[in-house]
């Protein structure tokens, strides 16, 4: 035997031919996946278009596992179109791309693998785009959206790693793009992206105080309207003696259930603490407690949010030195860190009395207080928070924009001025 005949039977590795083909081939594999996904993200869009907040998918699973929110959000749309039929062409085309390099021999296979690189480096780009989104600006995790980011990273892998088993194949000695061309693509790719999400960046400016006319509100935006009236109005009673801003008589009283451990009741206070400050004559805000922590909701078998109810208690001790509000703030601000110790440190820097603040929680003498707002809110059949009532009008999670806050304080104002609470 030779020493060439013994290497070649040593060598087991797929020639560079072969390597390459099934490199396509799983990359078009995985494009499908892709695909499956797009169909499914775009059903669930529609659905929620369609139902508003009638429909809940499988994969909302609470505040910080929704896609429902990332859906519903006017970030999941370009132009009017939804993302995911955008999601679903662009897979589409690349497994066709795949396809093509797979079949064809090697020249062709260059040619549709270069036009697979630009298409896989513009989706990477424009994933990673609204990974930031979903979690800097909605604060929630999308589980489809996510397997979609999964599907475009493994494709990255495969296309580089089908560029190089090109590179080695004895017909060519150059890979299907240079450094520069991939270098290129991606810069191309991520000013694409940019300018996209410049274009289409929701509009996130409040109405003026002064804009208070129901027909405006309707012309404005007639879809919200029309969304927002289609909301039921709970008859059951929502107010007990607590803490609350905003006007002593005002024609709209919001009343929130919320949690200091989740991440959209921070964004939700912050947009009620504006609404407060835009339009302090026609707004009431009540604040109640319903933290997903077993410990003192006996809704939940375990706890999603630890050390929740020990923030509501400290809260409501703050109130009773008449600082619920100075509480509410340094405890959303710091809701990664409600733990015991630094929940009196919080106390400390807002200025409250250190003994009273100290013998109330040790005594848990609010807790009976957060135990009560959990209860009310089993009976109203919360399940998330926030969970919002406007006069009574049960509105789920936060809007996605500070004008929708305003448009429902006009709703809700003229209809009680006309005496419709339809």
């Known amino acids: 035997m030779t020493a060439t005949t013994a290497a070649s039977q040593g060598d087991s590795s797929p020639d560079p031919k072969t390597k390459s083909s099934l490199l396509l081939a799983a990359a078009a594999a995985v494009a499908v996946v892709g695909v499956a996904l797009s169909v499914e993200i775009a059903y669930i869009h529609a659905q929620i278009a369609s139902l508003g907040s009638n429909y809940t998918s499988f994969c909302n699973v609470n505040s910080s596992i929704n896609c429902d929110r990332v859906l519903a959000s006017e970030f999941s749309k370009l132009a009017g179109i939804p993302i995911a039929w955008f999601a679903l ?75 190089r088993a090109f590179a080695h194949e004895s017909s060519e000695s150059a890979p299907p793009l240079s450094l520069r061309e991939a270098g290129a693509a991606a810069a191309a790719s991520v000013i694409a992206v940019a300018a996209v999400a410049a274009a289409s960046w929701p509009s996130v400016e409040a109405l003026p105080a002064g804009f208070v006319d129901l027909e405006q509100v309707k012309q404005a935006d007639p879809k919200f309207y029309d969304w927002y009236t289609s909301h039921e109005i709970t008859r059951k009673p929502l107010l007990r003696a607590g803490d609350d801003t905003g006007s002593d008589s005002p024609p709209v009283t919001i009343v929130e259930f919320s949690d200091f451990g989740c991440g959209h009741c921070r964004r939700n206070h ?84 250190e003994k009273d603040f100290r013998a109330c929680m040790e005594s848990n003498a609010t807790l009976p207080r957060i135990i009560d707002d959990c209860r009310a809110g089993q009976d109203l059949d919360i399940k998330s928070t926030p ?19 305003d448009f429902a304080v006009i709703i809700e104002a003229q209809l009680r001025e006309g005496g419709d609470a339809s």
């Open 89 to 163: 062409a662009t897979y589409t085309g690349l497994a066709g791309l795949f396809l093509l390099a797979w079949r064809g021999d090697s020249a062709a296979a260059r040619r549709w693998l270069r036009l697979a690189v630009v298409g896989v480096a513009g989706s990477v780009a424009f994933s990673l785009y609204m990974l930031g989104v979903s979690l800097l600006v909605l604060e929630t995790v999308c589980l489809m959206c996510s397997g979609l980011y999964l599907v475009v990273t493994v494709l990255a892998f495969l296309t580089v790693a089908a560029c």
């Open 270 to 353: 912050e947009l009620i603490s504006e609404l407060v400050n835009r339009r302090p004559e026609q707004v009431r805000v009540v604040h109640r407690h319903f933290p997903l922590d077993s410990v003192c909701n006996e809704a939940l078998p375990v706890s999603i949010h630890r050390n929740a109810c020990r923030a509501a208690e400290a809260a409501e001790c703050a109130g009773l030195q008449g600082r619920f509000s100075d509480m509410a703030d340094i405890l959303f601000k710091n809701q990664i860190q409600l733990f015991e110790e630094n929940l009196f440190r919080l106390a400390a820097k807002i200025g409250l009395d």
């Open 387 to 405: 969970t919002l009532y406007f006069n009574g009008r049960r509105v789920v999670g936060t809007f996605d924009r500070p004008a929708a806050y």
